[in-house]
């Protein structure tokens, strides 16, 4: 029987999938933003939780992230490229804002969480926490490396 958090979690991405229906130019006109794919996994040594955002194109200065012992938020924006006399011919990169939230099936420390971009890829580190703290919310610098 699926617990109450699985469900909880099922929820919120049936929520955000819907969001994302709505957003198709027949029922939305224009479409603003764009929803960069996740991928997250744990490792018991050491003992992490790992998100890797696909953000190729986004500016690192320009991302924010926050998150609490279960939860995850990043957002940002992608802005497209101009040039003097552009016509497009053909156009599928999508750009804007965009913003995920990710909830976490595992508590974690926020507090030493760290952040790297690299190749157009955000990876996210959080320590699982091996207690239980106080519910707290703290931004993550994003350091980029070459």
């Known amino acids: 029987m699926p617990s109450r958090r699985d ?3 099922l ?23 764009f929803r960069p794919p996740v991928d997250c996994f ?3 040594e050491p003992y992490e939780l790992t998100i890797v955002v696909e953000l190729a194109g986004v500016d690192p200065e320009t991302v924010k992230i926050d998150a609490t012992d279960r939860q995850l938020r990043i957002w940002g924006e992608r802005r497209r490229p101009r040039a003097e006399g552009q ?15 990710i909830a976490l099936a595992e508590p974690v420390d926020p ?6 971009y690299q190749s ?5 580190v959080l320590p699982l926490a091996r207690r239980r703290t106080e519910p ?4 993550i ?3 980029t490396t070459s």
């Open 42 to 44: 744990h490792t018991e």
């Open 7 to 9: 469900i909880e979690r």
């Open 136 to 139: 707290v919310k703290v931004q």
């Open 11 to 33: 929820g919120d991405e049936v929520h955000e999938l819907l969001e994302e229906v709505w957003r198709v130019p027949r029922f939305a006109g224009h479409r603003r933003g």
């Open 120 to 124: 157009g890829l955000l990876t996210i």
């Open 141 to 143: 610098e994003v350091r």
């Open 87 to 101: 016509v497009f011919h053909h156009a599928e990169i999508e750009y804007g804002l965009f913003e995920r939230q």
């Open 111 to 116: 507090a030493r969480a760290s952040a790297s």
